[in-house]
């Protein structure tokens, strides 16, 4: 199984950017589908981005679809979310995710990262 770290995160203000990234070991992932998913608390987890094996296919959650792109480098084993205009409403723990589908939900994706947190103040 995948291991994952995520990185990246921290205090920003609105209109800020952030890079998220996701170190991968233990099995390489040019074969696997990896996404982004975040929590805040006292909710579920909701998908954030995906991103196919190839890089070619990718899809986001409406409310960070102009402003997140996700992106990977399989020959470093890494995927990463650049996030533009960060918005107080984007403050959450921010977790990598890679499983064999490219899916939007949390059970299309068996391995996971711990996570890294991101606020954003206004």
């Known amino acids: 199984q995948v291991q994952l770290v995520e990185s990246g995160g921290g205090l920003v203000q609105a209109g800020d950017s952030l890079r998220l990234s996701c170190a991968a070991s233990?099995?390489?992932?040019?074969?696997?589908?990896m996404g982004w998913f975040r929590q805040v608390p006292g909710k579920s987890r909701e998908f954030v981005a995906n991103?196919?094996?190839?890089?070619?296919?990718?899809y986001y959650a409406e409310s960070v679809r102009s402003r997140f792109t996700v992106s990977r480098d399989n020959a470093k084993n890494m995927v990463y979310l650049q996030m533009n205009s960060l918005i107080p409403e984007d403050t959450a723990v921010y977790y990598c995710?890679?499983?064999?589908?490219?899916?939007?939900?949390?059970?299309?994706?068996?391995?996971w990262g711990q996570g890294t947190q991101v606020t954003v103040s206004s």
């Open positions: 995710a890679a499983g064999g589908s490219l899916g939007i939900t949390v059970g299309d994706f068996q391995s």
């Open positions: 233990g099995h390489s992932i040019s074969t696997l589908a």
């Open positions: 991103i196919a094996w190839s890089g070619r296919s990718k």
